[in-house]
């Protein structure tokens, strides 16, 4: 647990360079960590709401992976958010779940793990604390071909540690 800790000391300072502000709630059942982000984004047609959450689990397992998913999507769309969802406002959820060595059995189902929803994403991934490895899903569906290389794109800049030394030797 000693690197989850260090990790979101890390985390809380990159979620803030990405614009997020805390969510305000204290650690709980469903996550460690819990970010927020609200503005306009032309490309996404109106006012843009995006929930990060991070969650440390000793036992990699498919079963807590999808439920922390589901989970943190629901309780992201249950925020009061401004404008109504696909009226003007769209929702996007990255919940990550961190654990010490990911499984194969597990980073084959987070790169197949899909949940279509209405005027809103949810965008899971997997940290590999070991390797530093981030595991999402890699392709784009049809109906998400505007979005899902940036949700990509954001899930590592956001998660990825690797990403972090990129961004800071870059500003040197």
């Known amino acids: 647990m000693k690197e989850a800790e260090e990790y979101y000391g890390m985390l809380d300072k990159w979620m803030q360079y990405y614009g997020m502000e805390p969510l305000g709630t204290e650690p709980n059942w469903l996550f460690d960590k819990a970010y927020r982000r ?6 996404k047609f109106g006012q843009s709401n995006t ?3 991070a969650k440390y689990s000793e036992t990699p397992d498919i079963n807590k992976f999808q439920q922390f ?4 999507f629901n309780y992201a769309m249950s925020l009061p958010k401004g404008m109504p969802v696909g009226l003007g406002a769209t929702v996007v959820v990255y919940p990550c779940f961190l654990v010490n060595r ?5 980073a084959g189902f987070v790169k197949n793990y899909l949940n279509k929803h209405y005027a809103s994403f949810e965008f899971p991934g997997i940290l590999d604390m070991f390797s530093k490895e981030v595991y999402y899903y890699p392709s784009t ?3 998400g071909a505007l ?3 940036g949700f990509r ?3 590592y800049r956001m ?5 972090w030394s990129e961004v800071a030797k870059s500003l040197k």
């Open 38 to 43: 609200s503005r306009f984004e032309a490309a």
């Open 51 to 53: 929930y990060a959450f």
């Open 69 to 72: 998913s589901i989970e943190c």
């Open 102 to 106: 990911i499984t194969n059995e597990l």
């Open 141 to 143: 569906p049809m109906w």
């Open 147 to 149: 979005y899902y290389n």
């Open 153 to 155: 794109s954001e899930f």
């Open 159 to 163: 998660f990825s540690v690797r990403a």
